[in-house]
């Protein structure tokens, strides 16, 4: 029963890990993007919302890596010959690993659509 449970676990884990990944990646590429703009951009209003959302991408994207690194930490507390002791701390931290995924992506999900709807429509050159 416990080999079953480190494998379920092990592939949920590794799922999550290539969810954090691409979400990162995500991240990135807007706090690339972003940088680029607010170095070429002369507007000091457009630059404020710019800078808003550099900052909130970056922070979402520390977050999401302190998150990889949790589940990295949770995966080698894994083991085949866990004691019932361990097996219950492992179902109670993957319960809060399960809850800390489902927060990330919304999270990520609330941030990409409050950007696009401020800074595509709010900041587009015909509104600016």
Same mark, same amino acid.
Do not use: C
């Given at each position: 029963?416990?080999?079953?449970m480190? !494998?379920?676990?092990?592939? #949920?884990?590794k799922?999550?890990i /290539?969810?954090l990944?691409?979400?990162?990646a995500e991240?990135?590429m /807007?706090?690339t993007?972003l940088?680029?703009i607010?170095?070429s951009?002369s507007n000091g209003?457009k630059? #404020?919302?710019l800078?808003?959302?550099l900052?909130?991408?970056i922070?979402?994207f520390? !977050?999401?890596k302190?998150?990889e690194?949790e589940?990295?930490?949770f995966?080698q $507390?894994i083991?085949?010959?866990?004691n019932d002791?361990?097996i #219950?701390?492992?179902t109670? #931290?993957e319960?809060?690993? /399960?809850?800390?995924m489902k927060?990330?992506?919304?999270?990520?999900?609330q941030l990409h659509?409050h950007?696009? $709807?401020?800074?595509?429509?709010?900041l587009?050159?015909? /509104?600016?």
């Amino acid at each position: 029963m416990i080999n079953k449970m480190h !494998m379920g676990i092990s592939h #949920e884990t590794k799922t999550w890990i /290539r969810m954090l990944h691409f979400l990162r990646a995500e991240n990135n590429m /807007r706090i690339t993007s972003l940088n680029t703009i607010i170095l070429s951009s002369s507007n000091g209003h457009k630059m #404020e919302k710019l800078e808003y959302f550099l900052e909130l991408f970056i922070h979402q994207f520390n !977050m999401l890596k302190l998150l990889e690194i949790e589940i990295h930490y949770f995966n080698q $507390s894994i083991h085949p010959k866990m004691n019932d002791q361990e097996i #219950e701390h492992v179902t109670s #931290e993957e319960k809060k690993l /399960r809850f800390g995924m489902k927060n990330a992506v919304k999270a990520f999900h609330q941030l990409h659509e409050h950007f696009q $709807s401020v800074f595509l429509n709010k900041l587009s050159p015909e /509104r600016a």
